[in-house]
């Protein structure tokens, strides 16, 4: 069975273990921004940032920053899990990318995950996210990051009207903090 929201919401003791790298399952009631295209934002989650995890209907995961930028993250939901268990730093993979650089990527994921090897209670919600959820390691999580960011074409307006203009990951370093792939702009 493919992992849904619905399959890790289920599993109550899952989602506490990923509480502890930062992403919350529990959803607000009213989005505050829109996608052009999409009726209804699915929002899945939200990170300790205030940043919101939306399903798309083409079951890409969009992540939009309380700042106000916006971009594809993984291609599946399951991509997301695998990621979010495997870089729970992802976002500063992307702050630290260089420009976009998938290279610079990689080291930062390097150095960043120096930091966590003497984090007993991150590797041990690895573990037990993992096992809990039969849920194997992704091939190449960092690519994969790359790849849904670099291919990224969502327009996300907030309900002010703004909206946020698509950067390529060329431009990644100049978004410091947040997904990297859009920045706000007046509409």
Known sequence: MPLTPEVLTAQGEVVAWLGSLDVSFATEDEPWFTIDGVENPRQIGSDGCGGTFVLLPSRNVLYVSSEGRAGIIAGTFEAFIQLFVAHPYWLDILKFSAGGDLAEMRRAADALEATLDQ???VNAAREEIRGSLDLPDADDPIEALYEA?????VIVRATD????????????????GCCATRRRESA
């Not at 960011?149 to 074409?153: L, M, W």
């Not at 009207?161 to 410091?176: D, I, N, Y």
């Open 119 to 121: 984090e007993d209670d």
């Open 149 to 153: 960011v670099a291919t990224s074409d």
């Open 161 to 176: 009207g703004s909206r946020s203009r698509r950067c390529s990951t060329a431009s990644a370093s100049t978004t410091t």
